[in-house]
């Protein structure tokens, strides 16, 4: 399909372009779409890393849709990996419910970036959501013996039911969202008073969760507990239209 200007500007920035094709679709409790594809070549060109993720194109009644999407369980010698939608009422999260084998679904790479933990890592605080929750357990795989404190927004009940690779020294805690006005704010005030005990200078923190609570929590860390800035790592994952 045609990905418009914004594919002719991620093409001349150097964007990797693939095509997928659909190999299996599976529900994951009922919150949750799992779509494993064969990888086009993605991954011999590109090796994973924790969190990565891959520009998506779907189309959205004829126009180009573009959205982020992490690479799950990445296999480089049977080139394939899967993808996990976290379903709300969206274009790409239809994709999914729709999805079926020899589907396909164009791909581009760029801007995925995972920078070496700094020494010491003390603990990790991680902050997250049903959308980014691929890129959680990544990060729990990559660091599966270091502590970490894990809190996770819930949009709905079922989410607690998705499967979090925490193993013991990993504390998980869930937030529900809230509605209206409140959305988002159990989450932050939850957070921040858990990094009470966070060390600054020893810990490493992760945030991937909604675009204005990402943001809050960032300017927490940075401006009241003086975190510096190589020790946090912090994207929206999504935005609230509602
Ligand atoms: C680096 C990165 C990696 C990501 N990896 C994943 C992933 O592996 N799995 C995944 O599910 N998502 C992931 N996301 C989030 C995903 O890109 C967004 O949720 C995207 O908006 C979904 O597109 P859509 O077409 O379904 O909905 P859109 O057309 O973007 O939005 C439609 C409506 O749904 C709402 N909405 C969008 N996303 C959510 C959500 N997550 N929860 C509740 N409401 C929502 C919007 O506010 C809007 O009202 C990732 C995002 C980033 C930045």
């Keep these: 399909m045609q990905h418009g200007w914004q594919g002719a500007v991620i093409k001349a920035l150097r964007g990797r372009d693939f095509t997928l094709e659909v190999l299996s679709a599976q529900d994951v409790g009922g919150r949750c779409r799992r779509v ?13 890393h924790p969190t990565m993720w891959v520009r998506l194109w779907f189309s959205d009644g004829g126009r180009p849709h573009q ?21 709300h009422d ?16 164009d791909a581009t790479v760029y801007g995925t970036r995972f920078d070496p933990l700094p020494e010491p890592v003390r603990r990790l605080h991680l902050v997250g959501d049903p959308a980014s929750l691929p890129a959680v357990n990544s990060v729990l795989d990559a660091h ?13 009940p079922d989410d607690r039911a998705l499967p979090v690779r925490a193993r013991a020294c990993h504390d998980v805690t869930w937030v529900p969202r809230g509605e209206g006005a409140a959305a988002g ?21 992760w945030l991937g969760c909604e675009a204005a609570s990402t943001r809050a929590l960032v300017r927490h860390l940075r401006r009241e507990l003086g975190v510096p800035k190589e020790r946090v790592s912090a994207l929206g994952y999504w935005r609230d239209e509602a």
């Design 36 to 48: 494993r594809v064969r990888d086009g070549g993605l991954l011999a060109a590109c090796p994973p």
């Design 67 to 87: 959205r982020a999407f992490t690479v799950v369980d990445p296999d480089p010698a049977a080139g394939s990996f899967d993808l996990e939608f976290a379903l």
């Design 90 to 105: 969206g274009v790409a999260a239809a994709w999914s419910l729709a999805a079926r084998p020899g589907d396909r679904l």
């Design 144 to 156: 599966a013996g270091t502590p970490a404190t894990v809190v996770l927004e819930e949009g709905h």
């Design 185 to 205: 704010g159990a989450l932050v005030d939850r957070v921040r008073s858990g990094w009470a005990d966070a060390d600054a200078r020893a810990d490493w923190f």
